[in-house]
């Protein structure tokens, strides 16, 4: 029992020592997260029901479109 026990502790601490990366970190690519179209905020839920063709629920369409309406 004792020595199930020393192989499964040996085998835990090498597969953590394998999941951690040795060295420094570094910067794999840099871009922008700015996506080619842009949408405001109020005009969202008219353009996911349109693409989802789910304009017929009307109801949660209005809930969506109150929760997306700035209060500023």
């Given at each position: 029992?004792?020595?199930?026990?020393?192989?499964?502790?040996?085998?835990?601490?090498?597969?953590?020592?394998?999941?951690?990366?040795?060295?420094?970190?570094?910067?794999?690519?840099?871009?922008?997260?700015?996506?080619?179209?842009?949408?405001?905020?109020?005009?969202?839920?008219?353009?996911?029901?349109?693409?989802?063709?789910?304009?017929?629920?009307?109801?949660?369409?209005?809930?969506?479109k109150r929760i997306c309406t700035d209060h500023?």
């Amino acid at each position: 029992m004792a020595a199930t026990a020393g192989v499964a502790g040996v085998l835990q601490e090498s597969s953590r020592r394998g999941q951690r990366p040795s060295g420094t970190a570094a910067v794999l690519a840099i871009g922008t997260a700015n996506p080619a179209n842009c949408l405001h905020q109020d005009e969202y839920p008219d353009w996911y029901f349109r693409v989802t063709k789910s304009d017929h629920l009307a109801t949660l369409k209005n809930k969506m479109k109150r929760i997306c309406t700035d209060h500023y």
